[in-house]
């Protein structure tokens, strides 16, 4: 069983930056691909924004968010990063960093959906005033 467990988060302007955190205990992060998501408002569904393969060599980024976020790992920490810049109010969201078992990205299909995942975080809020 592994442990997640995300820090980072907070209210910031629009136009600020955050960096996210997610790091695991119990298991090696390297034993995972890595994908974060997020939730607007309880009882919308969670959104993906990024994921990592577990090597890092491959990355996935939601189009909303492409070009202002980017998703990082450190195996030797057992962390994983959302760095997110130039943020603006819709990005407003608890964001929940989750592991999945599977080594690769295989597509869309898998690193893109919530369901895919063995394990979760509690996650982080983030708000952006604007």
């Known amino acids: 069983q592994v442990q997640l467990v995300e820090s980072g988060g907070g209210l910031v302007q629009a136009g600020d930056s955050l960096r996210l955190s997610c790091t695991t205990s119990?298991?090696?992060?390297?034993?995972?691909?890595m994908g974060w998501f997020r939730r607007g408002q309880p009882g919308e569904e969670l959104e993906f924004v990024a994921a990592i393969s577990r090597n890092g060599e491959t990355v996935a980024i939601e189009d909303s968010v492409k070009g202002r976020f980017t998703i990082s790992r450190d195996n030797t920490k057992n962390t994983v990063y959302l760095q997110m810049n130039n943020l603006k109010p819709e990005d407003t969201a608890k964001y929940s960093c989750?592991?999945?078992?599977?080594?690769?990205?295989?597509?869309?299909?898998?690193?893109?959906?919530?369901?895919?995942?063995?394990?979760w975080g509690q996650g982080t809020q983030v708000t952006v005033a604007s």
């Open positions: 989750a592991a999945d078992r599977r080594p690769y990205l295989y597509n869309r299909n898998t690193y893109a959906r919530p369901e895919e995942y063995d394990y």
């Open positions: 119990g298991r090696p992060i390297s034993n995972y691909s």
